[in-house]
């Protein structure tokens, strides 16, 4: 699962300071940086009009009798799961981070980053829910990189990727069966993740 990732504005990144700064939105004020839990307003990638455009949305389906929020979808079912079938198909996002968190057993906390990047770009899915669009991010097996710590890892994409991923359905489909990059890690300041924010699909 992923349950936290982070969003950090103060590091003079240039990739993100271009996407932030096209983000046209009146919701803009709300929306949250640094460490991002489930139900924050973030920015996404979509694909529009031939362009790849940030927009903001909301982390998390609606659960069950909006008891809970749905927060990952497991790559290798989504696309047979109603709530997320039509969505693998043509509403693909990509989450924007500096990185992500994962817990291992014994609830130490441990973050990920690209080797070479301080981008970290997920493939999500998105959908309309009331007046909120709204993402869940993809998940598949761990790679040698992190399974040491969890078993499941967000979908990573290298950037290269990004437009295959929300352009394509035949190539996204192909990038789902990608190892994925191989990532490194550090302890983190210890936090216990919540354990009611998420449904296992």
């Known amino acids: 699962m992923c349950g936290r990732y982070t969003l950090y504005t103060d590091r003079d990144i240039e990739d993100l300071d271009n996407i932030l700064s096209k983000i046209d939105d009146p919701k803009k004020e709300n929306m949250k940086t640094g460490e991002i839990f489930p139900s924050n307003t973030v920015p996404v990638l979509l694909y529009e009009e031939k362009e790849i455009k940030p927009q903001l949305m909301v982390w998390g389906f609606p659960g069950f009798k909006n008891k809970q929020l749905i927060i990952n979808a497991r790559s290798e079912t989504a696309a047979e799961k109603p709530m997320f079938k039509t969505a693998m198909q043509s509403r693909r996002c990509v989450i ?8 291992d057993c014994d609830k130490r906390r441990y973050q990920f980053n ?3 990047s301080e981008m970290l770009f997920m493939a999500g899915l998105y959908s309309h829910f009331d007046e909120d669009d709204r993402f869940v991010i993809l998940t598949k097996e761990a790679n040698s990189s992190i399974s040491q710590v969890h078993h499941r890892i967000p979908v990573v994409l290298e950037q290269r990727l990004i437009h295959d991923w929300l352009a394509n359905w035949e190539e996204a489909q192909s990038i789902l069966s990608f190892e994925g990059p191989k990532l490194v890690t550090k302890p983190s300041s210890n936090q216990v993740l919540s354990e009611q924010i ?3 699909w």
């Open 198 to 200: 998420e449904i296992k």
């Open 96 to 103: 924007i981070s500096t990185g992500f968190f994962e817990w």
């Open 114 to 116: 690209m080797p070479d």
